[in-house]
């Protein structure tokens, strides 16, 4: 059972334009979000993070959208930079029903984007 | 550079063996979490450990077990090891507080081929 689907595998746009990631989710326990970036050989890099009370969480180029009644969150980026190139993967925590979870992460199965010069 | 540090890099063992993944959490941090990330899928949270004792499981396998020591650093422990348990794992840190309004931090992680 995929608690946080991520549909696109890979997404590709020019450099200069905006870049928007999705991410849906099943869990109504789920109320805090998290991007993470990632590259080949490295470990997942933390990039913007939402809780539930909020709609929208801006960092420089990055914004990160929640649509909590459609259970659906996306990452903006803008401008979108060759260097953005990697794979996205959108995290959620929060009490999972049957106890605590303090933290564990959830995570859909990445986006691969692709940012042409 | 996260701070979160894993060792070894790379692990290349044969089916039946048992291996130990190392991982030391960013200075300040008490909770430490182990995720496997397979071939074409996300990252699988596998368990956490705040200040030496277990806080939560997620999937993981009875032949797996983890800890975290006294100064904080944990180990992964694979026994009985099988073609399917080749992976990525990652360990991740995060800050001292409970609360699920926290960030990971994650380490390189340690690359496990079974052969």
């Known amino acids: 059972d995929q608690q946080v689907k991520q549909n696109s595998p890979s997404l590709s746009v020019q450099e200069g334009r905006i870049s928007i990631l999705n991410c849906d989710y099943t869990?109504?326990?789920?109320?805090?979000f998290l991007w993470y970036k990632k590259y080949p050989a490295e470990g997942p890099t933390f990039l913007i993070s939402i809780s539930s009370i909020k709609d929208k969480n801006e960092d420089g180029r990055f914004t990160v959208f929640l649509n909590k009644s459609a259970k659906h969150l996306s990452l903006h980026i803008v401008p979108s930079q060759p260097g953005d190139s990697a794979v996205y993967f959108c995290a959620a925590s929060g009490t999972t029903a049957g106890g605590t979870s303090y933290g564990k992460l959830t995570f859909g199965q990445g986006t691969i984007l692709t940012v042409h010069p | 550079d996260s701070g979160v540090t894993q060792t070894p890099k790379h692990l290349i063992t044969a089916t039946g063996q048992r291996v130990t993944l190392r991982c030391s959490p960013r200075?300040?941090?008490?909770?430490v979490y182990w995720y496997q990330q397979s071939l074409d899928q996300g990252l699988q949270f596998l368990i956490q450990?705040?200040?030496?004792?277990?806080?939560a499981k997620g999937n993981i396998l009875e032949r797996f077990s983890a800890q975290q020591f006294p100064d904080l650093h944990s180990e992964l422990n694979l026994s009985s090891l099988e073609l399917g348990d080749s992976a990525l794992y990652f360990c991740?840190?995060?800050?001292?507080?409970?609360?699920?309004?926290?960030?990971?931090?994650f380490g390189p992680g340690t690359r496990l081929t079974v052969l």
């Open positions: 450990y705040y200040n030496g004792e277990e806080r």
């Open positions: 869990n109504s326990m789920f109320d805090y």
């Open positions: 991740a840190s995060s800050p001292p507080w409970m609360s699920s309004y926290n960030e990971q931090f």
């Open positions: 200075s300040g941090d008490l909770s």
